[in-house]
């Protein structure tokens, strides 16, 4: 990114991002957009976000333009580590004091400072951090909910230089105005997942990261997909978004499921499958707002998430979703069944094989890709498990970030 003087437009355009943020539902959507405006503000080539809980500061966004360009990186966001919030970094300095640091050369700070760079990054990825502006992300009154931490700002040739002071107070002003999407993003996220662990309260501790894992598959795995489609960044980011959240929720449907069926530690009889069969039925009829993409998503997601592409899924066609029981027909296939629900039912199923249930001890990796593998243009829609293949990194990162 350029550092440039800001005409008129940009100023324009930062009020707009800031209308913009609040479109987004999903807290990963909003560090994005807060990340890539804030280096856009300040020409940083690098940035990343923390968020503080459990009085740690939890490692939640990263962007980089050197190491990751546009369209990589992904495993990287879902990297697990946390600072304690003290003096002994510049971020945890931050969140202690509360106030803005600036440095021009992260490696020459002096000894006798209090503040200390910590290099491993450096060291591990080949980057070469210069100047940093790492600043407290604060609430309206006040509360700190995280931190931004903005690296290397460049001059129109792409010289790492100091950031300038028209950035200083810029960036600030911006992100103070971010911190109450972020927020509203946390707490779509938790509302989310509270609805979840009441359907499944067999065990309560097991559906938060199950749910956070679909979610964050089903995300990645549409972004590796719609990337090979050439589809435009802006379309891909509100897909993401939506589907990220939608797809967390494909299971509440069990909410209608009695505990002697839902929570039975062996396999279930025909009779109970067939109750279970409904569960995709009772999910479907709670997102009823036509006018939220949102609801519609989840609505396909919970209707479409057991059809499968070769046409022997279900439900199958319903007549009238609010008959009791509804009566079921044929089952959808192929591109009949809706993306969103068609990349959910392979992020499910993973999940399922990979993990423990109350009716199943989990598999071995080897054993689950190669269920998936020869499930495609079966249960799976061939193009889908292309880009599951694809992305076996990011896979891999969502599942030690969101383990059990
Ligand atoms: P779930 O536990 O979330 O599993 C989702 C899907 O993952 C399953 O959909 C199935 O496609 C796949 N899956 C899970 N475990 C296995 C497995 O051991 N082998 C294979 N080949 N596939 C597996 P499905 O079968 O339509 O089941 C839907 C839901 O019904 C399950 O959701 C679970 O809540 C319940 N269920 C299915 N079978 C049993 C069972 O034997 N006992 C009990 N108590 N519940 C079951
Ligand atoms: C909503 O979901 O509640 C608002 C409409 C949208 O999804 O954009
Ligand atoms: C597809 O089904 O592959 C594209 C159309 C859609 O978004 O469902
Ligand atoms: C099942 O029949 O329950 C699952 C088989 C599969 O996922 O292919
Ligand atoms: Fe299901
Ligand atoms: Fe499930």
Known sequence: MKNEYLPYDDLQRILTTIDELNIYKDVDSILDKLLFEARRISGADAGSIYLIEDRHLIFSYIQNDTLFGDNSGQAEQYSDFRIPIDPDSIVGNTALGGETILIDDAYGIPDSSSCNFNSSFDKKSGYKTGSIFSLPLKTIDGRLVGVMQLINAKDSAGKVIPFTEFSRMLVPLFANNATLAIEKGLMNRELILRMMRMTELRDPKETGPHVQRVGAYSAEI??????????????????????????????????????????????????????????????????????SELDKMSRDISLYHHERWDGTGYPGRIEDIDASPPVTGKPWKGKEIPLSARITALADVYDALCSKRVYKEPWPEIKVLDQIRKDSGRHFDPEIVEAFFEIQDVIRAIKDLYEE
């Open 222 to 291: 549409y972004h590796r997909l719609a990337v090979k489609r050439g589809i435009p960044t802006h379309e891909i980011k509100h897909y993401k978004d939506l589907i990220r959240l939608a797809s967390m929720l494909h299971d509440i449907g069990k909410v209608g499921i009695e505990d002697m069926i839902l929570k039975k530690p062996g396999p279930l009889s025909a009779r109970e499958f067939d109750i279970m069969k409904f569960h995709p039925v009772h999910g479907a009829k709670l997102f009823a707002n036509p006018a």
